[in-house]
């Protein structure tokens, strides 16, 4: 699950394009779940996309195929996707409340990358790649977060229908 913990007052709309960010770059990168949601959760999160799953097939940590390493990118670059859509809905950085965000792309990398420096070298591609992906792809963004502000939850279907 992508979540967004609660650092400081985010207004329901950053929400919003936070999420909506996460859930167009997973549907764009093929990445299936269940439903984004800005409704807050559990665990002191203000919203989440649940049932972002890895295939069973997937596990880093015991072996590295191509196959693999693109879907640890995918994943990597879907975490940093909530992040720059924020700052482009804010027109500004965002410094805080994507920390677990962060903390599962650090981890992913980790275990693709065998040096510090590489793993560094690779999130900051991944990340740069995020941005494009949300720069690009940046109105199907907005239609996905206009319809999280109204309904609060949005099946997977229905977020294809906005991308499309």
């Not at 693109?70 to 879907?78: D, G, N, Y």
Request: glycine fraction near 6%; charged fraction near 25%.
């Amino acid at each position: 699950m992508i979540s967004t913990p609660v650092p400081r007052k985010f207004t329901r709309a950053e929400t919003a394009y936070h999420e909506a960010g996460h859930a167009t770059a997973a549907w764009l990168l093929g990445l299936r779940f269940k439903n984004v949601t800005i409704v807050p959760g559990r665990q002191g999160t203000l919203g989440c996309i649940t049932e972002l799953n890895a295939p069973k097939w997937f596990r880093p940590g015991e072996q590295l195929t191509p196959r693999i390493r693109m879907m640890a990118e995918r994943r990597i670059v879907t975490f940093f996707a909530g992040k720059c859509a924020q700052e482009q809905y804010l027109g500004k950085k965002v410094r805080s409340g994507y920390e677990s965000d962060y903390d599962s792309a650090v981890a992913l990398a980790a275990t693709l990358c065998s040096d510090s420096d590489v793993a560094d070298a690779y999130l900051h591609y991944c990340l740069t790649a995020s941005q494009a992906l949300i720069r690009r792809h940046w109105s199907a963004v907005d239609r996905v977060a206009k319809t999280l502000l109204e309904k609060e939850t949005v099946g997977f279907r229905e977020v294809g229908m906005r991308i499309r």
